[in-house]
């Protein structure tokens, strides 16, 4: 089983922010593979379907707490899966990566984003794959201030286009391998 996990906050107020784009991107890759409807799990504390992309079966994971927290639910998956942190996907918005562009990386550390700081704590290792999507504009906005805001009309087709990417590599990460992956999405 691979888990990925899209990283945001949950409520409606938070939805179509800077900072759900990992959020939105897992729950669009679940759809684009006809995983069906995400389930409250419990004892995850997140929104949770199943499927399968080529013959390997993933889990995507939208944890129910909120984005500095999501460390528990990682923690607590990864445990139940029994699955090797190398073989997590996380999926987050990027504040030092350029709005349309996106990077897959591996072992990094977080840059001070507090959603991956928690997964560094849940997993006990900065040894996972990251699905980084740029949510920079053009103008220096702090970070803070940035995540919580809504992508203009123009931005949106820039956003869609990089989710569409996004969601391609996560299959092809899924059923080849990360570094094949790599080698289109970082382009």
Same mark, same amino acid.
């Given at each position: 089983?691979?888990p990925?996990?899209g990283?945001?906050? !949950?409520?409606?107020?938070? $939805?179509?922010?800077?900072?759900?784009?990992?959020?939105?991107?897992?729950?669009a890759?679940?759809?684009a593979? +006809?995983?069906?409807?995400?389930?409250?799990e419990?004892?995850w504390?997140?929104?949770?379907?199943?499927? $399968?992309?080529?013959?390997?079966?993933?889990?995507?994971?939208?944890? +129910?707490?909120?984005?500095?927290? =999501?460390?528990?639910?990682a923690a607590?998956?990864?445990?139940?899966f029994?699955t090797k942190?190398k +073989?997590i996907?996380?999926?987050? +918005?990027?504040?030092?990566?350029?709005?349309?562009?996106?990077?897959? =990386?591996?072992?990094?550390? =977080?840059?001070?984003?507090?959603?991956?700081? =928690?997964v560094?704590?849940?997993?006990?290792?900065?040894?996972?794959?990251?699905?980084?999507?740029g949510?920079?504009? $053009?103008?220096d906005? !702090?970070?803070?201030?940035?995540v919580l805001?809504?992508?203009?009309?123009?931005?949106?087709?820039l956003v869609?286009?990089?989710?569409?990417?996004?969601?391609?590599?996560?299959?092809?990460?899924?059923?080849?391998? !990360?570094?094949?992956?790599?080698n289109?999405?970082n382009?």
């Open positions: 089983m691979i990925i996990f990283l945001g906050n !949950p409520g409606a107020q938070f $939805k179509n922010t800077r900072h759900n784009i990992g959020r939105g991107t897992a729950e890759f679940a759809a593979h +006809d995983f069906g409807a995400f389930r409250f419990k004892k504390n997140a929104q949770v379907v199943e499927g $399968k992309v080529g013959k390997g079966k993933i889990v995507v994971i939208l944890p +129910d707490t909120m984005m500095n927290k =999501s460390g528990t639910t607590a998956a990864a445990r139940f029994k942190p +073989d996907f996380v999926i987050h +918005d990027d504040a030092d990566i350029a709005l349309g562009r996106a990077k897959l =990386s591996f072992g990094k550390r =977080s840059a001070g984003h507090k959603g991956v700081e =928690s560094i704590r849940g997993l006990k290792t900065r040894e996972f794959w990251r699905f980084r999507i949510i920079a504009g $053009k103008r906005i !702090p970070a803070d201030k940035l805001k809504k992508f203009t009309p123009d931005e949106q087709r869609k286009k990089v989710i569409k990417k996004t969601v391609a590599a996560i299959a092809i990460a899924a059923a080849k391998g !990360p570094d094949r992956a790599m289109a999405y382009r």
